[in-house]
């Protein structure tokens, strides 16, 4: 019969290319800066919480799972704002 198409995605310009690159960039730089200010900020309370819900030897295991939440966290919401700043400068909408 028919082979199965994928979904079809537009083409994309190599300055929106570029515009994402940015914001991962400052995304990155983000998680550089303000992740661990994140991470000591809550740490506390994620490793009492740990503590009091599931012992002591969970700690460690939160604590390093924590790190990765605040770093992801600093990064998508940096991301995002970026990405959402481009898009009410209209710069976005020109290039595609």
């Known amino acids: 019969m028919y082979p199965a198409k994928g979904p079809s995605t537009p083409q994309r310009s190599g300055f929106a290319q570029s515009l994402d690159g ?3 960039v400052l995304a990155i730089i983000a998680v550089f800066f303000i992740g ?3 991470f000591q900020v809550s740490i506390g309370w994620v490793q009492e919480f740990t503590a009091s819900q599931y012992g002591q030897a969970w700690i460690s295991m939160a ?3 924590w790190a990765i939440v605040s770093a992801a966290v600093v ?3 940096v991301r995002g704002l970026i990405t959402e700043f ?3 400068r209209g710069v976005r909408n020109l290039i595609r």
């Open 22 to 24: 940015v914001a991962n």
């Open 36 to 38: 661990p200010m994140l």
């Open 86 to 88: 481009l898009l009410k």
């Open 75 to 77: 990064y998508w919401t």
């Open 63 to 65: 604590s390093l799972l």
